[in-house]
Protein backbone atom coordinates (compact mmCIF):
# COMPACT_ATOMS: atom_id res chain seq x y z
CA UNK A 1 0.00 0.00 0.00
CA UNK A 2 1.39 3.71 -0.52
CA UNK A 3 0.55 6.02 1.90
CA UNK A 4 0.40 9.86 0.62
CA UNK A 5 1.52 12.43 3.07
CA UNK A 6 -0.09 15.93 2.88
CA UNK A 7 1.01 18.45 5.36
CA UNK A 8 -1.49 21.50 5.38
CA UNK A 9 -1.34 24.44 7.12
CA UNK A 10 -4.49 26.80 6.76
CA UNK A 11 -5.67 25.05 3.30
CA UNK A 12 -9.54 24.72 4.03
CA UNK A 13 -10.63 25.31 0.08
CA UNK A 14 -7.88 22.76 -0.88
CA UNK A 15 -8.15 19.48 1.45
CA UNK A 16 -11.47 17.97 -0.37
CA UNK A 17 -10.24 19.19 -4.16
CA UNK A 18 -6.67 17.18 -3.24
CA UNK A 19 -8.12 13.98 -1.38
CA UNK A 20 -10.20 13.43 -4.75
CA UNK A 21 -7.68 14.33 -7.39
CA UNK A 22 -5.04 12.00 -6.09
CA UNK A 23 -7.59 9.76 -4.97
CA UNK A 24 -8.75 9.64 -8.61
CA UNK A 25 -5.93 9.53 -9.92
CA UNK A 26 -4.66 6.34 -7.50
CA UNK A 27 -7.64 4.67 -7.98
CA UNK A 28 -6.94 5.26 -11.70
CA UNK A 29 -3.67 3.93 -11.67
CA UNK A 30 -5.22 0.59 -9.79
CA UNK A 31 -2.90 1.46 -6.44
CA UNK A 32 -3.69 0.38 -3.24
CA UNK A 33 -3.33 3.49 -0.98
CA UNK A 34 -4.22 5.41 1.82
CA UNK A 35 -3.92 9.30 2.26
CA UNK A 36 -2.59 10.94 5.55
CA UNK A 37 -3.53 14.71 6.13
CA UNK A 38 -1.23 16.60 8.76
CA UNK A 39 -3.26 19.75 10.00
CA UNK A 40 -0.08 21.69 11.26
CA UNK A 41 -2.36 23.59 13.80
CA UNK A 42 -4.18 25.68 11.54
CA UNK A 43 -5.96 28.64 12.50
CA UNK A 44 -8.69 28.31 9.37
CA UNK A 45 -11.11 25.46 8.98
CA UNK A 46 -8.61 22.70 7.62
CA UNK A 47 -9.25 20.44 10.73
CA UNK A 48 -12.67 20.23 9.91
CA UNK A 49 -12.40 20.14 6.40
CA UNK A 50 -9.83 17.28 7.08
CA UNK A 51 -12.78 14.91 9.51
CA UNK A 52 -15.27 15.77 7.02
CA UNK A 53 -13.25 14.12 4.33
CA UNK A 54 -12.24 10.98 6.30
CA UNK A 55 -16.33 10.52 6.98
CA UNK A 56 -17.07 10.16 3.17
CA UNK A 57 -13.80 8.82 2.09
CA UNK A 58 -12.33 5.52 4.05
CA UNK A 59 -8.72 6.00 2.68
CA UNK A 60 -8.46 9.20 4.25
CA UNK A 61 -7.16 9.95 7.93
CA UNK A 62 -6.02 12.78 9.62
CA UNK A 63 -3.57 13.85 12.52
CA UNK A 64 -4.09 17.73 13.88
CA UNK A 65 -1.01 19.04 15.35
CA UNK A 66 -2.08 21.01 19.08
CA UNK A 67 0.09 24.29 17.66
CA UNK A 68 1.87 25.34 14.06
CA UNK A 69 5.29 23.16 14.52
CA UNK A 70 6.08 23.34 10.90
CA UNK A 71 6.21 21.54 7.42
CA UNK A 72 9.22 19.29 8.86
CA UNK A 73 7.40 18.42 12.41
CA UNK A 74 3.78 17.64 9.81
CA UNK A 75 6.24 15.71 7.47
CA UNK A 76 7.56 13.09 10.45
CA UNK A 77 4.21 13.06 11.86
CA UNK A 78 2.83 11.63 8.86
CA UNK A 79 5.66 8.84 8.24
CA UNK A 80 4.93 7.54 11.95
CA UNK A 81 1.52 7.61 11.18
CA UNK A 82 1.63 5.80 8.11
CA UNK A 83 1.33 2.26 7.51
CA UNK A 84 1.93 1.93 3.74
CA UNK A 85 4.62 -0.09 2.25
CA UNK A 86 5.77 3.13 0.51
CA UNK A 87 4.97 6.72 1.87
CA UNK A 88 5.14 9.35 -0.75
CA UNK A 89 5.32 13.22 0.84
CA UNK A 90 3.78 15.86 -1.24
CA UNK A 91 2.44 19.32 -0.79
CA UNK A 92 -1.68 19.34 -0.30
CA UNK A 93 -1.67 22.80 -2.71
CA UNK A 94 -1.37 20.34 -5.31
CA UNK A 95 2.17 22.20 -6.40
CA UNK A 96 3.76 18.65 -6.83
CA UNK A 97 1.64 17.07 -9.56
CA UNK A 98 -0.18 13.78 -8.35
CA UNK A 99 0.15 12.64 -12.05
CA UNK A 100 3.45 11.63 -11.57
CA UNK A 101 2.95 9.65 -8.43
CA UNK A 102 1.88 5.82 -10.21
CA UNK A 103 4.98 6.81 -12.22
CA UNK A 104 6.85 7.15 -8.93
CA UNK A 105 5.27 3.97 -7.42
CA UNK A 106 6.40 1.97 -10.77
CA UNK A 107 9.86 3.08 -9.81
CA UNK A 108 9.49 1.87 -6.20
CA UNK A 109 8.39 -1.49 -7.41
CA UNK A 110 11.66 -1.97 -9.39
CA UNK A 111 13.54 -1.82 -6.62
CA UNK A 112 14.21 1.94 -6.05
CA UNK A 113 14.14 2.93 -2.31
CA UNK A 114 13.87 6.98 -2.73
CA UNK A 115 12.17 8.29 -5.67
CA UNK A 116 13.16 11.84 -5.50
CA UNK A 117 10.97 14.57 -6.89
CA UNK A 118 13.35 17.26 -9.10
CA UNK A 119 11.79 20.33 -10.11
CA UNK A 120 12.52 21.56 -13.31
CA UNK A 121 11.56 24.88 -13.09
CA UNK A 122 10.94 26.90 -9.75
CA UNK A 123 7.10 28.04 -10.92
CA UNK A 124 6.47 31.55 -11.17
CA UNK A 125 8.16 33.36 -8.01
CA UNK A 126 8.78 36.62 -7.30
CA UNK A 127 12.19 38.60 -7.98
CA UNK A 128 13.29 38.87 -4.51
CA UNK A 129 11.99 35.41 -3.15
CA UNK A 130 13.31 33.40 -5.68
CA UNK A 131 16.68 35.62 -5.36
CA UNK A 132 16.43 34.09 -1.49
CA UNK A 133 15.40 30.43 -2.57
CA UNK A 134 18.44 30.60 -4.82
CA UNK A 135 20.84 31.83 -2.52
CA UNK A 136 19.44 29.85 0.07
CA UNK A 137 19.77 26.25 -2.12
CA UNK A 138 23.36 27.16 -2.81
CA UNK A 139 24.37 27.50 0.72
CA UNK A 140 22.56 24.65 1.73
CA UNK A 141 23.93 22.51 -1.17
CA UNK A 142 27.44 23.47 -0.27
CA UNK A 143 26.50 22.43 3.72
CA UNK A 144 24.76 18.98 2.49
CA UNK A 145 27.20 18.84 -0.56
CA UNK A 146 24.17 17.77 -2.53
CA UNK A 147 22.72 20.08 -5.31
CA UNK A 148 19.63 21.42 -3.39
CA UNK A 149 18.84 24.33 -5.57
CA UNK A 150 16.21 21.57 -7.60
CA UNK A 151 15.41 19.53 -5.22
CA UNK A 152 11.94 19.43 -3.24
CA UNK A 153 9.82 17.84 -0.80
CA UNK A 154 8.30 15.35 -3.12
CA UNK A 155 9.30 12.10 -2.63
CA UNK A 156 8.31 8.92 -2.50
CA UNK A 157 10.27 6.52 0.32
CA UNK A 158 10.30 2.89 0.56
CA UNK A 159 9.19 1.25 4.13
CA UNK A 160 12.56 0.56 5.14
CA UNK A 161 13.44 4.85 4.39
CA UNK A 162 10.78 5.88 6.24
CA UNK A 163 11.99 3.56 9.42
CA UNK A 164 15.41 4.70 9.23
CA UNK A 165 14.10 8.66 9.44
CA UNK A 166 12.13 7.76 12.01
CA UNK A 167 14.82 6.16 13.78
CA UNK A 168 17.10 8.94 14.05
CA UNK A 169 17.04 10.33 17.21
CA UNK A 170 17.31 14.34 16.07
CA UNK A 171 14.43 16.91 17.23
CA UNK A 172 15.73 19.04 14.47
CA UNK A 173 15.29 18.07 10.94
CA UNK A 174 15.51 18.64 7.85
CA UNK A 175 13.87 16.50 5.61
CA UNK A 176 15.46 16.74 2.27
CA UNK A 177 19.26 16.71 3.22
CA UNK A 178 18.13 13.88 5.72
CA UNK A 179 16.65 12.02 3.05
CA UNK A 180 20.12 12.13 0.96
CA UNK A 181 21.66 11.53 4.02
CA UNK A 182 20.58 8.07 4.67
CA UNK A 183 21.67 7.27 1.16
CA UNK A 184 19.97 3.96 -0.08
CA UNK A 185 19.24 3.46 -3.65
CA UNK A 186 18.01 6.68 -5.04
CA UNK A 187 16.30 7.68 -8.72
CA UNK A 188 14.75 11.23 -9.57
CA UNK A 189 11.96 12.03 -11.38
CA UNK A 190 11.71 15.44 -13.09
CA UNK A 191 8.19 17.34 -12.58
CA UNK A 192 6.60 20.89 -13.22
CA UNK A 193 5.77 22.95 -10.11
CA UNK A 194 2.35 23.55 -10.49
CA UNK A 195 0.92 27.17 -9.66
CA UNK A 196 -0.63 27.29 -6.33
CA UNK A 197 -4.57 25.70 -7.18
CA UNK A 198 -5.93 28.67 -3.98
CA UNK A 199 -4.13 30.82 -1.44
CA UNK A 200 -0.89 31.70 -1.24
CA UNK A 201 2.56 30.54 0.04
CA UNK A 202 3.37 30.72 3.55
CA UNK A 203 6.80 31.45 2.82
CA UNK A 204 7.78 35.23 3.76
CA UNK A 205 11.10 35.85 2.28
CA UNK A 206 12.06 36.89 5.84
CA UNK A 207 10.54 33.76 7.41
CA UNK A 208 12.73 31.57 4.09
CA UNK A 209 15.64 33.51 5.81
CA UNK A 210 15.42 31.96 9.34
CA UNK A 211 14.58 28.86 7.54
CA UNK A 212 17.94 28.97 5.72
CA UNK A 213 20.37 29.47 9.08
CA UNK A 214 18.01 27.25 11.06
CA UNK A 215 18.71 24.09 8.54
CA UNK A 216 22.19 25.08 7.57
CA UNK A 217 23.18 25.64 11.67
CA UNK A 218 21.51 21.92 11.97
CA UNK A 219 23.18 20.46 9.57
CA UNK A 220 26.93 21.43 9.16
CA UNK A 221 29.44 22.88 11.27
CA UNK A 222 30.93 24.99 8.64
CA UNK A 223 30.21 28.49 9.94
CA UNK A 224 32.20 27.67 13.15
CA UNK A 225 35.10 26.86 11.03
CA UNK A 226 34.79 30.27 9.54
CA UNK A 227 36.93 31.86 12.81
CA UNK A 228 40.02 29.07 12.75
CA UNK A 229 40.08 30.37 9.07
CA UNK A 230 40.28 34.13 9.84
CA UNK A 231 42.55 33.68 12.74
CA UNK A 232 45.20 32.31 10.51
CA UNK A 233 44.36 35.19 7.68
CA UNK A 234 45.27 37.32 10.86
CA UNK A 235 48.40 35.12 11.58
CA UNK A 236 49.65 35.63 8.14
CA UNK A 237 48.85 39.29 8.12
CA UNK A 238 50.16 40.11 11.26
CA UNK A 239 53.56 38.39 10.04
CA UNK A 240 54.12 40.70 6.77
CA UNK A 241 52.59 43.52 9.13
CA UNK A 242 55.14 42.92 11.88
CA UNK A 243 58.05 42.20 9.28
CA UNK A 244 57.24 45.75 8.28
CA UNK A 245 57.23 47.31 12.18
CA UNK A 246 60.69 45.98 12.88
CA UNK A 247 62.26 47.30 9.96
CA UNK A 248 60.86 50.66 10.73
CA UNK A 249 61.50 50.27 14.44
CA UNK A 250 65.62 49.08 13.33
CA UNK A 251 65.88 51.94 10.99
CA UNK A 252 64.64 54.67 13.46
CA UNK A 253 61.29 55.76 11.53
CA UNK A 254 59.15 54.50 14.48
CA UNK A 255 57.81 56.36 17.26
CA UNK A 256 59.09 55.19 20.71
CA UNK A 257 56.79 52.29 22.27
CA UNK A 258 54.37 51.90 18.66
CA UNK A 259 56.40 48.71 17.71
CA UNK A 260 55.52 46.83 21.07
CA UNK A 261 52.37 47.84 20.94
CA UNK A 262 51.51 46.81 16.92
CA UNK A 263 53.45 43.69 17.52
CA UNK A 264 51.46 42.64 20.92
CA UNK A 265 47.92 43.38 19.60
CA UNK A 266 48.87 41.15 15.95
CA UNK A 267 49.85 38.49 17.76
CA UNK A 268 47.08 38.33 20.64
CA UNK A 269 44.21 39.00 18.33
CA UNK A 270 45.70 36.07 15.85
CA UNK A 271 45.84 33.90 19.32
CA UNK A 272 42.72 34.44 20.14
CA UNK A 273 40.89 34.08 17.00
CA UNK A 274 43.05 30.59 16.86
CA UNK A 275 41.58 29.57 20.22
CA UNK A 276 38.29 30.70 19.07
CA UNK A 277 38.36 28.65 16.38
CA UNK A 278 39.35 25.34 18.31
CA UNK A 279 37.04 25.47 20.95
CA UNK A 280 34.36 25.78 17.69
CA UNK A 281 36.36 22.46 16.40
CA UNK A 282 35.11 21.03 19.78
CA UNK A 283 31.40 22.15 20.01
CA UNK A 284 31.18 21.05 16.59
CA UNK A 285 32.34 17.36 17.58
CA UNK A 286 29.74 18.22 20.79
CA UNK A 287 27.03 18.79 18.06
CA UNK A 288 27.30 15.87 15.76
CA UNK A 289 27.61 13.85 18.72
CA UNK A 290 24.61 15.23 20.43
CA UNK A 291 22.80 14.30 17.52
CA UNK A 292 23.33 10.74 17.86
CA UNK A 293 23.23 9.73 14.15
CA UNK A 294 23.96 5.80 13.71
CA UNK A 295 27.59 5.33 12.26
CA UNK A 296 26.21 3.66 9.56
CA UNK A 297 23.26 2.11 7.97
CA UNK A 298 22.70 -1.36 6.41
CA UNK A 299 20.88 -1.42 3.18
CA UNK A 300 20.73 -4.95 2.24
CA UNK A 301 22.92 -7.92 3.10
CA UNK A 302 23.72 -11.32 1.82
CA UNK A 303 24.80 -14.72 2.54
CA UNK A 304 25.18 -17.88 1.32
CA UNK A 305 22.29 -20.24 3.12
CA UNK A 306 23.57 -22.28 5.28
CA UNK A 307 21.08 -24.87 5.27
CA UNK A 308 21.50 -25.53 1.55
CA UNK A 309 23.08 -28.59 0.93
CA UNK A 310 26.42 -28.60 -1.13
N1 LIG B 1 2.81 23.89 5.48
C1 LIG B 1 2.74 23.32 6.76
N2 LIG B 1 3.12 24.07 7.83
C2 LIG B 1 3.59 25.36 7.72
C3 LIG B 1 3.71 25.92 6.42
C4 LIG B 1 3.30 25.15 5.33
O1 LIG B 1 2.33 22.17 6.89
O2 LIG B 1 3.92 25.95 8.73
C5 LIG B 1 2.41 23.09 4.30
C6 LIG B 1 1.38 23.78 3.40
O3 LIG B 1 0.07 23.55 3.82
C7 LIG B 1 1.67 23.13 2.06
C8 LIG B 1 3.15 22.85 2.12
O4 LIG B 1 3.52 22.88 3.49
O5 LIG B 1 0.98 21.91 1.90
C9 LIG B 1 3.95 23.85 1.32
O6 LIG B 1 3.67 25.15 1.77
P1 LIG B 1 3.60 26.41 0.79
O7 LIG B 1 2.77 26.09 -0.39
O8 LIG B 1 3.18 27.56 1.62
O9 LIG B 1 5.12 26.57 0.40
P2 LIG B 1 5.76 26.71 -1.06
O10 LIG B 1 4.99 25.82 -1.99
O11 LIG B 1 5.68 28.14 -1.41
O12 LIG B 1 7.17 26.24 -0.86
MG1 LIG C 1 3.11 25.59 -2.27
Not at 126 to 149: E, P
Request: glycine residues 10%.
Amino acid sequence: MLSVILPAYNETGLISRAAERIGDILRGAGIQYELIFVDDGSTDGTWEEIAKVTESNGSVRGVGFSRNFGKEAAIFAGLEAADGDCCAVMDCDLQHPPEKLPEMYALWQQGWEVVNGVKIDRGREGGLHSFSAKTFYKMMSKAVKIDMSRSSDFKLLDRKVVDTLLGLSERKTFFRALVSWVGFRSIDVEFNVAERELGKSHWATLSLFRYAISNISSYSSAPMQIVTALGVLTFLFSLVLGVQTLINWASGNALDGFTTVILVLLLIGSILMISLGIIGYYISQIFMEVKGRPRYLVSRACQKDRSDPQ
